[in-house]
């Protein structure tokens, strides 16, 4: 994913550029630039590739005395990874980087050609600076120019843009897209992505809202949200890099389910065009030659597999298994070249998915991964990956990975629908809505984190959790019960309801404690009859659903939706903050719980 980083005052501005663009590497990126405003003279260099190669270009430059910066990684999504394309994009007197896509640009850009405008890039960032400098032109005020050119953009963005009719000053705008502003004593400004480039140098930081933009230079900060001026909310940054990392939550586990919200939203970005999924990595497959998928994964990525062989079945019409790869590679499976293997990992690095990955390779199939880290030996290894840009994760302890896997397979699964043609228009574009809400169903509702701390103190002893769920909900409760005995150390099995009656219901008496995932739109009276079956047996019930269940010793109320990726999603977030309250009641180490490793390259 993009990433920003801006100065204003009168230090080395290169140094931090460069630096803050390092902080900011985990995002992902193929190309690099920093532009430099100073004494009314701009100087930027651009390079495709590693920061490397833009710290080689930049190194005889230095630029001492008070000016502006701005610098980038990009991320590619419109146009390749090039020198051309990579940011900031420039007209005749202004600069700009942008994070996000701006949906309207193709429209923009037809008018700014039929102005006469020549456009040297791919990007769709590239329309931004003709713009303003179209208003400039005009007459326009610079503010006024920038308002406007804000105003013609429909998309998501977090824009910073320099120019020589306003040497001073950084104009930034905020939308869908982390854009943070900075400042300290000494007068100087930053600007990031994140918080990480302005630790040690802001002493506070104002987290801007969606539809904001403004102007800023060492004389003033003018914000608006909208067309109203509004005051921005400056707070402290801690100056210590693994508190401010944490935003000011307990654990990275806490602060990464925070963020589930936003981190979807950028697996999703670019990849919903006109109403229809759009997977540009999977261009060159032919789905129609495809008669089944296999999937392999470990761990939490396993059951985001399981996950998507619901999906993938019922709404792409393609027989999907799933295995455990340390099991598949010593079963001496049988492998078909009609068959697409796909492989899961967050890491991209783990042994066995690896190991499985090239026998498939070796056996003539295609294969594909859906995994976080680019250029991991899973990427490298796969014909194609599809990744999921979940940005870094340091809690051992899955949580928006697992979210961002789930939501990219989903994506997959209506792609292939799509090409496959297997849904009617009503049911695809459901499926469209439903997608498009699942960064509001990700929000954290603090009222349930806040029951789910009073309850997690009656769950810390017994002789067993058991989660159960039908269909999608089964992996959901295999999911839910590794996060719990990974954090907490308490032994927890995530079962099919159905199954219970099939052995694991003799366990049942008041110290099992069963987790009842119960979602209204798929099998509710099924699941309620297995619960209803266990509750018979005194196990204590917590469940989980948006429909009352007077059996249950404990409650947690979801949302009513009328789509069950949306109750799956909200669910997950309630099984993932339980594990959490209940791992920081027995005191443990929530992030690095013992025996586990974040990335297992053995076997
Ligand atoms: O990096 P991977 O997704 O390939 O890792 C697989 C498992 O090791 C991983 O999901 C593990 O189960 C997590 N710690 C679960 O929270």
Avoid at 434 to 447: F, G, M, N, W
Wanted: hydrophobic share 40%; glycine share 6%.
């Amino acid at each position: 994913m993009c990433g920003i980083v801006g100065y204003i005052g009168k230090k080395e501005k290169k140094t931090f550029l460069l630096n803050g663009l390092k902080e900011l590497e985990y995002r992902g990126y193929d190309s690099a630039g920093i532009a430099v405003l100073h004494q009314n003279e701009i100087n930027y260099f651009k390079a495709a590739g590693k920061l490397e190669n833009l710290v080689n270009k930049t190194k005889d430059f230095s630029s001492n005395g008070f000016g502006l910066g701005i610098a980038h990684t990009r991320w590619a999504t419109h146009g390749k990874p090039t020198e051309i394309n990579a940011h900031p994009h420039w007209g005749a007197f202004s600069l700009v980087i942008h994070n996000g896509i701006i949906e309207n640009y193709m429209e923009i850009k037809k008018e700014l050609q039929e102005d006469g405008v020549e456009f040297v890039s791919q990007t769709d960032t590239e329309i931004i600076v003709h713009l303003f400098e179209k208003f400039i032109a005009l007459d326009f005020e610079p503010h006024v120019a920038f308002e406007k050119t804000i105003q013609s953009l429909h998309g998501a963005y977090a824009i910073l843009l320099i120019s020589k009719v306003a040497p001073d000053t950084i104009f930034f705008a905020k939308n869908a897209v982390p854009l943070i502003l900075g400042r300290n004593s000494e007068s100087e400004l930053f600007f990031g992505s994140s918080d990480a480039p302005l630790i040690g140098f802001a002493q506070e930081v104002s987290y801007l809202e969606d539809g904001t933009y403004g102007w800023a230079s060492e004389k003033e900060i003018a914000l608006f949200h909208h067309d109203e001026k509004i005051k921005p909310n400056f707070k402290p940054l801690n100056s210590s890099k693994i508190y401010a990392q944490k935003d000011g939550y307990r654990f990275f586990m806490e602060k990464e389910i925070y963020e589930q919200s936003s981190v979807v939203s950028e697996t999703l970005m670019g990849r919903i065009k006109d109403d229809v999924v759009f997977l540009e990595e999977l261009k060159d497959y032919d789905f129609n030659t495809i008669d089944e998928i296999k999937i392999c994964a470990c761990g939490t990525s396993y059951h985001a597999a399981l996950t998507a062989s619901y999906l993938i079945e019922r709404l792409a019409k393609i027989r999907c298994s799933v295995e455990i790869a340390s099991e598949f590679r010593y079963k001496e499976p049988l492998l078909d070249t009609k068959t697409l293997f796909l492989v899961i990992s967050q890491s991209g690095e783990t042994a066995d998915t690896l190991e499985a990955l090239k026998m498939a390779k070796k056996a003539g199939l295609k294969t594909l991964s859906v995994c976080n880290v680019d250029n991991s030996s899973i990427v490298r290894v796969s014909d194609a990956t599809i990744l999921t840009r979940a940005g870094i994760e340091k809690g051992v302890a899955s949580t928006k990975a697992f979210a961002t896997q789930v939501l990219t397979l989903w994506l997959l699964a209506l792609y292939v629908a799509k090409a496959k043609n297997t849904l009617e228009e009503a049911h695809y574009e459901a499926e469209i809505k439903a997608l498009r809400a699942i960064p509001t169903v990700l929000k954290v509702d603090e009222r349930v984190h806040e029951k789910l701390h009073r309850l997690s103190k009656r769950y810390l002893h017994g002789h067993g959790f058991f989660f159960i769920g039908r269909d999608i909900f089964f992996p959901l409760a295999l999911e839910g019960a590794l996060k719990l005995k990974e954090i907490s150390y308490l032994h927890a099995e995530g079962y099919p309801s159905g199954e219970m009656k099939h052995g694991p219901i003799a366990l049942a008496d008041s110290n099992l404690f069963t987790i009842a995932l119960m979602p209204r739109t798929l099998l509710y009276e099924k699941t309620k009859s297995n619960v209803e079956e266990l509750s018979a047996r005194d196990a204590t019930i917590l469940a989980i659903s948006p429909q009352e269940f007077e059996l249950a010793d404990d409650f947690i109320k979801t949302k009513v939706y009328t789509h069950p990726m949306c109750e799956f999603f909200e669910m997950m977030v309630i099984t993932q903050l339980l594990a959490l309250e209940v791992s920081i009641r027995l005191g443990n180490d929530v992030d690095m719980p013992r025996n586990l490793a974040k990335s297992v390259t053995v076997e």
